[in-house]
């Protein structure tokens, strides 16, 4: 099993930054994968961004130019830097990792944006 826990959600103003971190735990080996979701209320779950084990990385279109996915493997951490937030990036964010035989999944925390 692996256990995915997020830290750094909150209350952010627009043009703000936070920065959301993801430690793992438990059998942490071979993660080839790790990325953040979001869901908006009356939306589907989507993918912001992941970051594979060789460093290559994938943003949605919304927010490409403005959040970064870093991943520090000696900390078993993947972390979304998140810049120039706007009112539409609000929602719950998920932690995701994945493997061959796994997929896991942390238990979110909420990003809210004020304008």
């Known amino acids: 099993q692996v256990q995915l826990v997020e830290s750094g959600g909150g209350l952010v103003q627009a043009g703000g930054s936070q920065r959301l971190s993801c430690a793992a735990s438990?059998?942490?080996?071979?993660?080839?994968?790790m990325g953040w979701y979001r869901q908006a209320p009356g939306k589907q779950r989507e993918l912001v961004a992941y970051?594979?084990?060789?460093?290559?990385?994938q943003y949605a279109d919304s927010v490409k130019g403005r959040f970064t996915i870093s991943r520090d493997n000696a900390k078993n951490t993947v972390y979304l830097q998140m810049n120039s937030l706007k009112p539409e990036d609000t929602a719950v964010y998920y932690c995701n990792a994945q493997r061959i035989g796994g997929v896991y999944w942390g238990q979110g925390t909420q990003v809210t944006v004020s304008s």
């Open positions: 970051i594979t084990s060789g460093g290559r990385t």
């Open positions: 438990g059998s942490i080996f071979s993660l080839n994968v």
